[in-house]
């Protein structure tokens, strides 16, 4: 599937006792989804989750020659009194022979890509990158039931995991219609792109996100080059994180990924109202890098602008220190918003008159305070005033006429300190 990832290979367990030859598709009940016991595992070297998919490659009714096949021709080729090989049993037809192993699973996954790929050009007007395709096929796979061949449907290891990956190709459910996607202009690092998802209907949100990565080197411990984050945010307020999975699903917390360039995040029951779903560039040293978000069961749409948060003096306080020959001067400002709270991480800006001069800034903590010092203030000169000018920062609103002290030593937008 593209950046050095395996497929892997899946077969039918035709009931107990494997029948020579089943008929492709036959759904008689008791068969099971059962991983090949020769099917490539992972994970990579560094970790990464291999395979991304798997797809069938046992049984598999494949083209081949009508020449001396053992099950239907009389005797052997002349030329070396030898048959052509039956593959895994009683050949279907002159034409066809069931056989297995990656020569099979590789085809088919290529070619589900390919109708994945004409689909979004068809039925889309898209020509989609092979992260769309990618991403498309990852999102729509199914989980296998017996993925490590113990011969019970009992999902002992659910995905993402390294017998299957992300599960099975679906190539129906990838092309049916309900996946919703957006193919993401380059991000830089600390660069982010933020959508909104509303769930659409009474299954669960799957949220996907792949990047074709740029090449990696042989010498690498880590084969990620450049490292995007996905960061979903639940209507109330719980945050998860892409690939922090647990029983199959996506679970609220933990850290993020730093090794794969698909990053997933599953809601089996999401709650309703609108998902913040971010896509943020961590360390991109070879950018800006494409990216391809595929949402089921999930509308997209661009993410409304942050709200402005109106701000203010919420205290005013001051503070000196007298030396033999000179004096500093200290003020405090603690900022609030409408409600009152500690607003963080805004940009106080003031000016100073009097003892001192000139404009400086500080920014609020998490408690919403900040301080400006002045020093080196001359004994004669026994005053200054400051005065807070602006308080900027990323949507908010300084409203001046909302400045106070809580303790009454000042208006809340001007404060004189006295040596």
């Known amino acids: 599937m593209g950046g050095n990832n395996l497929l892997g290979t899946y077969g039918q367990r035709w009931g107990a006792d494997y029948p020579a030859a089943p008929i492709a598709g036959d759904a008689t009940a008791g068969n099971m989804e059962q991983l090949a016991a ?7 070297d560094d970790s990464r989750i291999k395979p991304d998919v798997v797809a069938p490659g046992t049984w598999i ?22 048959f052509q090989m039956d593959g895994w049993g009683i050949p279907f037809n002159q034409q066809y022979k069931y056989f297995g192993g990656t020569s099979m699973s590789n085809p088919l996954a290529g070619g589900a890509a390919t109708v994945v790929r004409d689909y979004y050009s068809k039925a889309k007007a ?12 990852i999102n729509t796979a199914v989980d296998l039931a017996d993925e490590n061949n113990d011969g019970a449907n009992d999902n002992d290891f659910p995905i993402p995991n390294s017998h299957e990956g992300w599960g099975r190709i679906s190539l129906a459910n990838a092309v049916d219609g309900s996946v919703n996607f957006v ?18 209907g009474s299954g669960p949100l799957k949220i996907t996100v792949v990047w074709s990565d740029f090449q990696s080197t042989e010498t690498a411990a880590i084969n990620l080059v450049n490292d995007l984050d996905v960061i979903v945010t639940a209507p109330g307020g719980a945050v998860y994180r892409g690939n922090v999975f647990s029983g199959g699903w996506g679970a609220a917390g933990g850290s993020a990924d730093r090794r794969n360039n698909v990053e997933n995040v599953y809601i089996q029951s999401p709650a309703a109202g609108a998902w913040s779903v971010e896509v943020r ?4 040293p070879s950018g800006p890098q494409p990216f391809a978000l595929v949402v089921d ?6 993410a409304p602008p942050p709200a402005t948060v109106q701000v203010h003096v919420g205290n005013l306080a001051s503070s000196k220190t007298l030396g033999s020959r000179n004096w500093s001067a200290t003020v405090t400002v603690t900022v609030h918003n409408s409600s009152e709270a500690a607003v963080s991480g805004a940009t106080v800006t003031g000016t100073w008159t009097g003892a001192a001069t000139g404009s400086t800034s500080c920014t609020t903590n998490s408690s919403g305070v900040c301080s400006m010092t002045k020093s080196n203030l001359k004994n004669n000169r026994t005053s200054t005033v400051f005065s807070v000018t602006n308080i900027s ?7 001046p006429g909302s400045n106070h002290d809580v303790d009454g030593g000042s208006n809340g937008t001007s404060i004189t300190i006295t040596r």
């Open 281 to 284: 560039g961590f360390n991109v």
């Open 38 to 44: 020769f099917s490539s595992r992972g994970p990579a």
């Open 297 to 302: 069961n999930g509308s997209i749409s661009a």
């Open 61 to 82: 009714l494949s083209t081949y020659s009508d020449f001396y096949q053992e099950g239907y021709d009389a005797g052997p080729n002349p030329r070396n009194n030898t």
């Open 183 to 200: 193919e993401g202009a380059g991000l830089s690092t600390n660069g982010s792109a933020i959508y909104s998802v509303t769930p659409t």
């Open 126 to 137: 898209v020509n989609a990158s092979s992260a769309l395709v990618k991403a498309t096929l």
């Open 393 to 399: 920062g990323s949507n908010l609103t300084y409203v």
